[in-house]
């Protein structure tokens, strides 16, 4: 059966200000399926993450802030090892919640990444010292 239903009222990413901040990512594959157990729905989640922030030309270094979503706190642990593998430290600054999520989904991250300015961007010269010339 094919439905016609609307889109659900959110966007994956949205960026201002040098900040990119995303939807909850789940450990879904684009087929639609589930993975099955934590610890392989958290490394999708993470790679569907990391997915996500290149379209912003960003990757995981640049991510500063994450919420994880488990349904059982019990698993906090377990989430912590491709979590602990994904991400280098200084990690980013993180809070763990436990919810209900739908049927079959142990585990939800979203994150807040930040772009960097690059070295071309950066003026310099309000930072300089006056020249001997200038003074």
């Not at 999708?44 to 990391?50: F, G, K, P, R, V």
Request: with cysteine; charged share 25%; glycine share 6%.
């Amino acid at each position: 059966m094919t439905t016609n239903a609307p889109l659900p009222p959110y966007s994956k990413t949205r960026e201002t200000d040098g900040l990119v901040f995303t939807s909850g990512h789940i450990g879904r594959d684009a087929s639609g399926h589930v993975k099955d157990g934590l610890e392989a729905q958290m490394d999708l989640a993470l790679q569907n993450l990391e997915e996500s922030l290149s379209r912003h030309g960003l990757n995981r270094a640049d991510v500063v802030r994450t919420t994880v979503y488990l349904t059982e706190m019990g698993d906090w642990e377990q989430m912590n090892v491709p979590y602990r593998a994904f991400f280098e430290e200084p990690y980013p600054a993180r809070s763990t919640i436990s919810v209900g999520l739908p049927t079959g989904l142990l585990v939800e991250i979203d994150a807040i990444a930040c772009k960097r300015p690059t070295e071309s961007s950066v003026d310099t010269s309000i930072h300089a010292a006056p020249s001997a010339e200038a003074r």
